[in-house]
């Protein structure tokens, strides 16, 4: 468990080397406490899309091989790659809704699966909105995605207990447009897995 907490590390500062500072959530539900590394997941407009092998891939296959010195290079550079698609996958919600779609469920299945080898680890659902409405109202809508995401989850068999919901409301933009291309990347639910 510790070789994977350390993986999990590594990914984040992988991660966070190309990516903003996170800011600190204005509204929280929790079913557990202090995580010491997270995996902080971003867009992506489908699921089955791979990520292309990249300097961060690279990086983090160099560092899966370090954990398991007798796993080949092959199968760290493929393990990277998928730990980089989990990474990439959000769901994303209409306009003032606060209801899962149907073409995200198979995202929902996937965190679902990969979540429930991970034993010692707790799953973030950050809910976003985007700009318009009040500062409060996308605080509580983003809660609502989270908390329908959650939902799926539990149907799905992860336990209520390891995942927690918190909303940014308009807060943690993607794009920063005043247009619906970029209001509908920033109506999303990410998915974070933090090891207890």
């Given at each position: 468990m510790k070789k994977l907490a350390v993986l999990l590390s590594m990914l984040m500062l992988v991660a966070c080397s190309s990516t903003k500072p996170?800011?600190?959530p204005a509204s929280a539900s929790t079913n557990n406490g202090a995580a010491s590394s997270a995996v902080v997941?971003?867009?992506?407009?489908?699921?089955s899309v791979t990520p292309p092998v990249t300097a961060a891939t690279s990086n983090l296959a160099?560092?899966?091989q370090k954990l398991q010195p007798g796993l080949d290079a092959a199968s760290a550079a493929k393990l990277a790659v998928e730990?980089?698609?989990?990474?990439k996958e959000s769901v994303y919600f209409d306009f003032d809704k606060f209801a899962l779609k149907p073409e995200f469920r198979s995202?929902?299945?996937?965190?679902?699966?990969?979540f429930k080898g991970h034993k010692n680890a707790i799953l973030i659902l950050e809910g976003n909105a985007?700009?318009?409405g009040s500062a409060a109202y996308n605080l509580a809508l983003g809660e609502k995605r989270s908390a329908s995401v959650k939902?799926?989850?539990v149907a799905l068999g992860v336990p209520a207990s390891k995942i927690k919901v918190v909303s940014y409301g308009n807060t943690r933009p993607k794009l920063n447009c005043h247009e619906e291309k970029c209001w509908q990347e920033?109506?999303?639910?990410d998915f974070v897995i933090k090891q207890k």
């Amino acid at each position: 468990m510790k070789k994977l907490a350390v993986l999990l590390s590594m990914l984040m500062l992988v991660a966070c080397s190309s990516t903003k500072p996170a800011a600190t959530p204005a509204s929280a539900s929790t079913n557990n406490g202090a995580a010491s590394s997270a995996v902080v997941a971003t867009p992506s407009s489908t699921a089955s899309v791979t990520p292309p092998v990249t300097a961060a891939t690279s990086n983090l296959a160099d560092a899966i091989q370090k954990l398991q010195p007798g796993l080949d290079a092959a199968s760290a550079a493929k393990l990277a790659v998928e730990i980089m698609k989990l990474h990439k996958e959000s769901v994303y919600f209409d306009f003032d809704k606060f209801a899962l779609k149907p073409e995200f469920r198979s995202i929902v299945e996937m965190q679902a699966s990969t979540f429930k080898g991970h034993k010692n680890a707790i799953l973030i659902l950050e809910g976003n909105a985007d700009e318009r409405g009040s500062a409060a109202y996308n605080l509580a809508l983003g809660e609502k995605r989270s908390a329908s995401v959650k939902k799926a989850l539990v149907a799905l068999g992860v336990p209520a207990s390891k995942i927690k919901v918190v909303s940014y409301g308009n807060t943690r933009p993607k794009l920063n447009c005043h247009e619906e291309k970029c209001w509908q990347e920033n109506r999303r639910v990410d998915f974070v897995i933090k090891q207890k």
